[in-house]
Structures are given as C-alpha cells and as structure tokens.
C-alpha cells in the first residue's frame, strides 16, 4: 500500500477494528510547512494550470476535500501558494488529469491511463486530507465495509515527492481505494508496501483481480513519459517519472516483473 | 580549477530566503465548511527568479530551476543557459561539491544535481558520474511501512548517472567507455542493469559490455518489449472487483471539465 496501512478488508466487519480505524482517522491539524524545496516543478506546474478557481472548484468537490482539513499552514486560505501542502495536492491532481489530455474523460475504455486518472481517481477516493505526522507513509489509504474511507496525505508526500512522484502516488491510492488492494510484505522496501507480481498484484479479502497498485504507478509514469504532452512535460521531468517507475520495479514487486523502463520511458525486457 | 567550497553554503541561502516569505504568508482563518477555498489571494509562487549573479551558487540555483521549466521556448531558454553555465568558471565543480556537500535526505536536490552535470560532456564529468553510479545503495532503517518505506535512498541518482553516461557515450567524450566500463563492473546489480539497458536501447551495447553483464549473472538479452507484448503488460481494468463488493457509496462523476480555458 501506499501507504495502506489498511485495514483493509481482510476484516470484513469487525466492530472492534472499526472503532480502530476511527481513532485512526482522528485529525489533529499541527503546523505543517516547511520551506519548500524549490526542485519538485511546483512553480512551473502551478503557473500551467494558472489556479483558476473553476479547477480548484472541481478538484475541492469530486476528492471531497473540507476546509477544517486544510486550516492555516495547509492552506486553504493561501490555496494558490505552492508552498502549501493544499496547493502541492492540487498541482498533482492537474497535472493527473491533463498531462496527457485537455479534454480527460471519465470513461476508463482507453488503455492510456493518463485519459482518465483524474476522473477515476476522484470517484475512487472518498476524501482526501491532511497529515503532518513524523514517519508515516506519504500516504495511506483506509477502505472497506464499516470502516470510515478516506485517503490521507503525509509530510513526505507534500515535501519530499516531486509533482509527477505525488501525481502517481494519487493514482496509486485510488486503486487502493477502488480495488480494496492491499500489499504484502515480501518485496526489496518490505512491510505493507509490496505487490506479489506484476499480473496478479492484489491481495486481501474482496480484492481486485489484476494489476496491482504498484503496478498502477508504473504504468502511468510509462504512459506519462511516452504520451505526456509537449507542453507539460520536458527531459527532467520525464527523466524523474522513469526514475520512480524504475524504483517501484526494482523495489516493490515480490516477483521481478523482468522489465525496466529505458531513458525515454519505454518497457525493456531485463529477464 | 577554482574550488567554490562556499557553493553550498550560498546555494541554500539563496533558496531560503527565497521561500521563506511564501511560507510564512499562509493565514489562519475561519473557515467556511465545504466550501472550495476562494483563490483571491494572490498567488505567491516560490522564486529563484531574483538572484545574485555574482557567484556560481546564484547560477547553480537558476540552472536547476531553469531545468523545470516547460511550455514554448523552455527548451530553448535551458540550453542557452547550459551553455552560459558551462562557461562560468567551476561550473561544474561548482555542481559537484554541492552534491558532495548536500545532506543524503536532500534526494531531490541530489537527484537534480546529478541530471545537471549530466548535461555535461567532459571526462570529468564523466567521472563524476561513475562515482555517483558506483557509489552502492544508501540503505535506510526505515520506520514507516508503506510508501514511506523508501529503503535505498540513492537509487534515483545512482541510476541517471548511469543513464548519463550514455549520452555522454554518444557524444564522443573521452573517457566515457573507460567509465561505463566501471559502472559495468562495480556498480550495484541495479544500476548496472539499467546501464545495459540504455546502451540497449541507444543501440550501444557492445559483445564486450554484455559479457560484463554476464560475468556478475545480470540478464543481458534485452528485448524491447512492443505490439501485442506491450499491450498485455499495459492491460489494466480499473473496475475489477468482484461482484457483490459493496461499492462505494461517493457521488460517481461522469466527467471533467476540459482545460483549453487554462491553457
């Protein structure tokens, strides 16, 4: 999981683990903000999208964001300030819907993922919020009956991922999200964050069947650096997104899925 | 040469006081619940755009920051400002050191350090990169399962430095055989294997330079994978769970507004 710690639906019902994972979900709302590391394309993304309160709108109701989430250093008073957690979420979640496309779509017919992540991201999580708890994941995602979803957003996902890293992590909850798809334990990065293979890597009670939520984020960083459009993308970010697909490769399978990703973004057999 | 051992010091200077003021202009207030946050606040982007030129770190900070830029005319912005770098005096040691100096957690900064100099093509730059290649895994105890479970923190600059090297390969630069050579050889499987596949794929991958792949037991068969092959490994079915899963109970939207008016 990305994060997932989840309880997920291996625990179909257990009143117990449901009072759990509310205590879980408390939000305390610690000042969160550091001075932002100027080489994660936030500039650069942010003036693309402009912050134009028809996009901020959409974003805010279809990931069902709340304003007592996102108070003071989070953002939501200063929501175009790219150093604030809130502004970051917003510039993966443009660069989620319409670094492929201008026009995204919400059907899920087209094999390039990069047509309709945003749309099936918003519809797959159930709320998006804020954390600024030390040694966490970048992100987890809670699902499953009698459980409170959401998807929750930590310090190192605002700070220490660039945008392309945070737009993948995105797409990769909401397949925890949508698929009830958990990780295992045995892969190079250990605990929680492993897919068993690349074709079958869902695990857990009610799971999806078929590509894990691994195995999403290296897909969309594939179609992002072989389809992304001229004007939001250039070598370095292509570069990041190769990278971080090759490291997922690398370090989040049980099974290698005996291909890497080349400088240009395309699957080479390593295996 | 000329060292510029204060590089590093003068770069984070530059970058704080750049950012420090958009940090701090972040107000509380009331909030009005489930409302989109209004955006009539000005938007206050974090800067590198008004620094001093009088030293290399200023010049540092504006390369890396000109490497993010995209949209029309960015590329061409970028090279001019390679190659304005490159003719500044301990330009590249000026990258170099900073990397060196910069902490282990500073990933992105690395990473981004690394690209530059790889946009370099000089054998020493070409032994820069070597180094980074062949400098193995920075393992991390890590304490977050999950995506924070990120164990090998220099993989990211290990790997572009040894997908640099082929550029710089195909650039003719001297000594660049002699460094793929060492990454072959004494690099981490990992990177070595990523190595081979960017000479594979830029067509450079030598009878001699498999072998070498070989020798550690490194696959050196490589195929690009295409057609019907790239299809199954792309096949994705987002809506795959089994019937008679509860299904989530959220509004489903049915579309996305386009974004020609952003554009």
Redesign the interface.
């Known amino acids: 999981m990305k994060g997932i710690e989840t309880m997920n639906s291996k625990i179909f019902a257990s009143l117990a683990v449901s009072a759990v994972v509310l205590l879980g979900s408390a939000r305390s709302h610690a000042l969160c903000s550091r001075i932002a590391n100027p080489y994660q394309f936030d500039s650069f993304y942010g003036a693309l999208w402009g912050c134009k309160q028809e996009l901020v709108n959409d974003m805010w109701y279809r990931f069902a964001f709340e304003a007592a989430d996102w108070p003071g250093t989070y953002g939501y008073n200063d929501p175009c300030n790219d150093s604030t957690p809130l502004k970051r979420t917003f510039n993966a979640m443009q660069l989620l819907g319409y670094a492929m496309t201008a026009s995204p779509t919400c059907s899920t017919s087209s094999s390039n993922v990069g047509m309709w992540a945003y749309c099936w991201a918003g519809n797959s999580i159930d709320e998006v919020y804020p954390g600024c708890e030390a040694n966490e994941p970048r992100a987890h995602t809670s699902y499953g009956p009698f459980v409170d979803a959401y998807t929750k957003l930590f310090f190192s996902f605002f700070y220490d991922e660039d945008v392309i890293q945070r737009a993948g992590t995105l797409f990769h909850e909401a397949r925890h999200a949508q698929g009830w798809c958990d990780h295992t334990d045995s892969c190079a990065d250990g605990p929680d964050s492993c897919d068993p293979n690349w074709g079958s890597g869902c695990v857990g009670a009610g799971s999806s069947s078929g590509l894990g939520a691994n195995g999403y984020t290296v897909l969309y960083m594939n179609w992002f650096a072989t389809t992304a459009r001229s004007n939001w993308i250039n070598p370095t970010i292509r570069a990041s997104a190769v990278a971080e697909g090759n490291y997922y490769l690398s370090h989040r399978f049980g099974t290698d899925p005996c291909f890497r990703l080349n400088a240009a973004g395309f699957p080479v057999t390593t295996c | 040469m000329r060292r510029n051992y204060g590089g590093f010091v003068g770069l984070w200077a530059v ?2 006081v ?3 003021s ?2 701090e ?5 009331s ?9 009539a ?8 755009q008004s620094l001093d030129t009088g030293s290399v770190a200023p010049k540092v ?1 504006k390369l ?2 000109r ?6 005319g ?2 061409a912005a ?1 090279d001019l400002e390679l190659k304005e770098f490159k003719e500044t005096p301990g330009a590249l040691e000026s990258l170099t050191e900073t990397y060196a100096k910069a902490p282990s957690t500073a ?3 690395k ?2 350090l690394v ?1 530059a100099v790889g946009q370099f093509a000089t054998p020493a730059s070409a032994k820069f990169l070597a180094d980074v290649a062949t400098s193995g895994p920075e393992i991390v105890a ?11 923190r220099t ?2 600059a290990r ?2 430095a040894a ?1 640099s090297l ?1 550029g710089h390969l195909v650039a003719g630069v001297k000594d660049s055989g002699t460094a793929i050579n060492r990454v072959l050889q004494d690099a981490d499987e ?1 990177t070595a ?2 190595l081979g ?2 000479l ?2 830029a067509g450079k991958l030598s009878t001699e330079w498999r072998d070498a792949l070989r020798s550690r037991h490194i ?1 050196a ?5 295409e057609g019907a092959e ?2 199954k ?10 019937a008679g ?2 299904v ?1 109970s ?1 509004r ?12």
């Open positions: 970058l704080a750049g950012c420090s958009s940090s202009v972040a107000k509380s207030g909030e009005s619940e489930g409302s989109a946050p209004p955006i606040t000005p938007a206050t982007q974090t800067s590198t900070a890396l920051s490497m993010e830029a995209i949209g029309e960015s590329s970028l990933t992105a900064m990473w981004k690209h890590v304490e977050a399962k999950g995506e924070g479970a990120r164990t090998d993989l990211r790997y572009t997908v082929v990992e294997r990523n596949v960017e594979f794929s696959f068969d490589f195929k690009r994978i790239l299809d490994l792309r096949a994705i079915d987002p809506a795959t769970r089994p899963s509860p989530n959220k489903q939207w049915t579309s996305v507004p386009p974004l020609s008016a952003a554009e």
